[in-house]
């Protein structure tokens, strides 16, 4: 069994910044991509951002210039990097794994695992 765990979301202001991490717990694989996706309220689940096991990456167009993702497989751990915050930002994240195939998606159906999600809440 695969799981999940995201930490590191809480309160950020406006223009700040903050970091997302992404454990993956359970069997020894890494992931062959992993991604971030958010969620606000009212709103459906959308895309942040994806890797893939060697370090490719895409992005919203909303995030591209101010958030970054990255892994480290020996610690089997993806990372959000997220600076310039806005309060449009405000969402649950939520980190996927990705076990089925490589390549990089932004559809929450292509990915296999999921956490259990992590508030991100941006004040103006």
């Known amino acids: 069994q695969v799981q999940l765990v995201e930490s590191g979301g809480g309160l950020a202001q406006a223009g700040g910044s903050q970091r997302l991490s992404c454990v993956r717990a359970?069997?020894?694989?890494?992931?062959?991509?992993m991604g971030w996706f958010r969620q606000a309220p009212g709103k459906e689940r959308e895309f942040v951002a994806a890797i893939s096991w060697n370090s490719n990456s895409e992005y919203a167009d909303s995030v591209k210039g101010r958030f970054t993702i990255s892994r480290d497989n020996a610690k089997k751990t993806v990372y959000l990097q997220m600076n310039s915050l806005k309060p449009e930002d405000t969402a649950v994240y939520y980190c996927a794994a990705r076990d089925r195939a490589y390549g990089l998606t932004f559809r929450p159906d292509e990915y296999d695992y999921w956490g259990q999600g992590t508030q991100v809440t941006v004040s103006s």
């Open positions: 359970g069997r020894a694989l890494s992931s062959k991509s």
